[in-house]
């Protein structure tokens, strides 16, 4: 049997959206076992973390104690950092399902990273302003205004910093950048800034209860914007629109696309794999609508458990995978969440990161309901609106 380790937020804040991820990864595993890819039985050995140091812990632990070669991993850009610069430091596979901060695999041997970065996020944010939402209002970059919102970590700091230099690069005046600390911070104060400035666009880079928060009060400040985009962790999560209600509607995110793209963007063979997963997701107790860290957590598991460990040549070692793991090139459209599988090679700045993995935005249309709209190979609707 090889024993895989798997490192999580189970509980705490961060829970659900740890708990669907690994059942992403769980799925995958499922599916790989029903065709016959593996020819071993594989176990996944998970170690639920909360904090930066806990992860680092549980690496230590599953690679010292349980001698594992592959480490899952994290949700969390905090705790990513934290647990793949240990995996790396003990020459471990890390292989992050969902976490998106740059600085993860920037320089690191060992950590491959499936899903598109924070940075990438941050552009997606701001071409979909420029290419979609600037023509529908009549305004050219040059003319157009934004305030950039973001939590002072690993994770907003990735993504803000991507969004204020395409804004840079493509004219638009970004009034201010409000940073604050995850633990402490003032949602009216930031309101009040936004508030402010009267800038036409907010770019939002937070977690879901501050998210939730910041987001209330602006609505509350009765400032006008011509659109909000929310990015990844907050307004993209399904809790945002259940919570939210009708305060979410005709925001925008951009984030790793869900189960809710266009078939179009999906190769046969991709669409039929879908099924397949939403069929082993919902086995696991998780409902057959897999959300955005779900199939984030399935294209992770597939591409390990399809895509590098069948190729392994005798016993499985970090060294091994890493090789064999570097030769991956599927085209895009032929992983169910509409991209493809080819890591950046060793010797560059970002080796180990996946240059295929899309990213997409969606809004909120009416309460509880998320459509993709762009880019449009993988749209199902078209945006609604365009000011509050």
Request: glycine content about 10%.
């Amino acid at each position: 049997m090889l024993t895989l380790g798997a490192v999580y937020p189970l509980a705490g804040a961060q829970g659900s959206g740890g708990r669907q991820e690994l059942a992403g990864v769980r799925a995958a595993l499922r599916v790989a076992e029903q065709e016959g890819l593996l020819d071993q039985r594989v176990r996944l050995l998970v170690r639920s973390v909360q904090t930066p140091e806990q992860a680092r812990q549980a690496v230590d632990g599953l690679i010292h104690q349980d001698h594992v070669p592959v480490i899952f991993g994290t949700y969390g850009s905090t705790l990513s950092y934290a647990a793949a610069l240990e995996a790396n430091r003990l020459h471990t596979i890390y292989w992050e399902s969902g976490a998106v901060a740059d600085l993860i695999t920037q320089r690191r041997e060992y950590v491959f990273r499936t899903v598109a970065t924070g940075m990438t996020l941050g552009d997606s944010a701001v071409n979909f302003t420029d290419q979609v939402l600037l023509p529908r209002a009549g305004l050219k970059a040059s003319q157009a205004t934004a305030v950039i919102v973001n939590v002072d970590d690993v994770y907003g700091r990735s993504v803000a910093d991507g969004e204020q230099a395409l804004a840079a690069r493509l004219g638009i005046h970004v009034l201010q950048r409000i940073q604050y600390p995850a633990q402490s911070y003032d949602p009216s104060v930031i309101a009040q800034e936004v508030a402010a400035d009267h800038p036409d666009y907010l770019w939002d880079v937070s977690y879901l209860s501050d998210g939730e928060a910041i987001w209330k009060a602006i609505k509350a400040s009765g400032v006008t914007l011509r659109a909000a985009i929310g990015t990844s962790s907050a307004f993209c999560l399904p809790q945002f629109g259940q919570q939210m209600g009708q305060l979410a509607v005709g925001t925008y995110a951009a984030d790793h696309p869900s189960d809710e793209i266009s078939p179009d963007a999906l190769t046969p063979a991709a669409r039929t794999l879908l099924g397949e997963a939403k069929d082993a997701y919902a086995a696991l107790g998780y409902g057959h609508q897999m959300q955005i860290v779900g199939v984030a957590g399935f294209v992770a598991g597939w591409t390990l458990f399809h895509g590098v460990l069948p190729h392994v040549q005798g016993t499985v070692t970090p060294d091994r995978v890493r090789t064999v793991a570097y030769r991956i090139n599927e085209p895009v459209g032929s992983s169910i969440n509409g991209g493809g599988v080819r890591f950046a090679q060793p010797g560059s700045s970002d080796a180990g990161q996946n240059l295929r993995a899309p990213s997409i935005v969606g809004q909120w249309q009416a309460v509880d309901v998320w459509r993709t709209v762009w880019p449009m190979s993988y749209a199902t609707a078209e945006p609604q609106g365009n000011s509050w």
